[in-house]
């Protein structure tokens, strides 16, 4: 699939933090894809109506962004074009959890991926234990399946295990490297890989497990070559012009 | 003019898009010059009243940075200090085809900056073809002493071969790697360098032409030292510090 | 005191400028603490109030940001969490000398960090020399006794010699590489490290020469492994994770 997104070279519009544009830009035209960011009112209609894909993170949410993302996302369905949300640190405030249950509600959001503090506070679940970072597997499974069935969408779980469910069904995937904690946007740009590959393959779920795949795979080249998260984080964007 | 610049260590205020802020700032430190960045309009004419250049840099652009940008302009076109800007994504929307008309209205710019597709859009010229990345060099050729006689000043237009041109006059340049189309915000760093440049060099194409083939040579440098975007991109860095 | 660090993976909130929101995120990840970056007015009380320390830095400030500092701050006194202060480029204009001090009157804060010529802008002492960067340290000794006298606080001169001060005492420290000056952030990311140690060592003076010699051990081990400043920058990350 990573030819084919190299290929095409989908134009991925982002409106999405401030701390994470530059790794996620660089991961997506490292990965093959183009990215463009743009957060104007005025022109993200425009922008989105000529992209193929569209990308919301709430990262450094400003009240305004809101209604923008959705003026973004409205010209992103018109158009047909899929929408990945990605709820950075939703459970964190009020002002988030609003935000983002806004979005899914005006919304037809294809993928919504983020870890499963931030899936739970989307959907209204209770976490049954505090620290989400340590959470079962167990609890993201139920997390991801109950979340997807609440939005009607294809919802990815991150963590060392990566949970991918819609439809009742759901799959695993294990790879990866704990450096990746260490790297901010690390889990941004899944996102926006995501993104790219649902432009090129109609399947959804596949188009998922893919990406979730092929970046992980490419993080455990990355942790091999490295000598922290600094080096780590430039290997990273080194191979994700790799083969999977 | 390397030395020129490291001695002078000239003050560049940047206002510029969010995605390439640190990386135009770390590329302006490395090469020799102090990079200054701000968009609020109570300081703007104080900061760029203190600069020795001016970069306008439309990535990223809120419809309230368009009165910022020319009130800073103004107090950089007052002290006499050189203005660069750089119409990124000019094309993409209404909103940028205009502000950045605005701009090159009400401003004295003395370089503009931008890919082929970039500058036609911002002088209004009907591009021949539609891949703006793939267009022959004469197209770009074209391009660039139309739009330098539209807009009076002088006009690069960047591209596997670069162009600069004013007065009807061109110069071309080939130097370069295929990996700074890998990089976000590399075109935007050549920027900083030239306005970097042309406060140390009253010839204003010496000076022009001088940034473009430091930094492709630079490029070229670090692609021998790369293994992907991700290192190319530090290695450039590195290579910035570095002689002609 | 980084095993601590380690341990308790503080949350360290930043309403902080946008050239060094992702190197200030990835340095504290990599210290072992965990970054938040929020500056939405109706978030910013619940993302204090959850954090253990508050970093506010000036760089790229807009006039709105006043007021949202001031409200995360009272949120943070209020719990009672650390406040680091970074005045990047006090001096630059009357609107940040003037938000900076604002900011000082309104908030208790734990520990105020900035060149000579920031320090000496914030608490009002005239500089001997025109050129901040090279003024005697007998100069910013002065500078930082006296600005600590005024601002009834702890205050950081950074510079080849970084001077902490406080109850009119002083003590220097002169580790790091002249690399640091040619990485943006450099200085902004001293301030985050210092603010994640003052969440595990009450002994604030303690805490912050820790920092301030942590990080410049780290900068010299790094400019050993380094070509320039784009691959120092990278291996600096790398060291954060290492031991003092």
Request: contains cysteine; glycine residues 10%; negative net charge.
């Amino acid at each position: 699939m990573e030819e084919r997104v190299r290929e095409k070279r989908p134009l991925v519009h982002h409106i999405t933090n401030e701390v994470v544009m530059n790794f996620s830009a660089n991961g997506l035209l490292a990965f093959g894809g183009s990215p463009v960011m743009a957060k104007e009112r005025e022109e993200v209609a425009d922008i989105a109506g000529a992209a193929d894909a569209l990308v919301l993170n709430i990262g450094t949410l400003r009240s305004s962004d809101v209604e923008t993302m959705i003026a973004a996302g409205k010209a992103a369905n018109e158009k047909g074009i899929p929408i990945l949300l990605d709820p950075v640190g939703a459970g964190a405030s009020t002002f988030r959890k609003n935000a983002v249950r806004k979005i899914t509600e005006e919304l037809d959001v294809a993928v919504v991926k983020g870890n499963a503090g931030e899936i739970a506070a989307l959907a209204d679940i209770p976490l049954k234990v505090k620290g989400v970072d340590s959470e079962e597997s167990g609890d993201s499974t139920d997390i991801a399946l109950r979340a997807s069935e609440k939005l009607n969408t294809c919802v990815v779980v991150t963590g060392a295990i990566d949970i991918v469910a819609e439809n009742g069904n759901y799959t695993t995937s294990s790879y990866g490297s704990p450096l990746l904690t260490q790297v901010t946007g690390s889990g941004c740009l899944l996102g926006t890989l995501i993104a790219a590959c649902l432009t090129v393959e109609d399947e959804k779920e596949k188009a998922v497990l893919f990406a979730v795949e092929f970046y992980n795979k490419a993080a455990e080249r990355a942790e091999a070559n490295s000598h922290g998260p600094g080096s780590f984080a430039v290997s990273l964007l080194d191979e994700l012009g790799g083969d999977v």
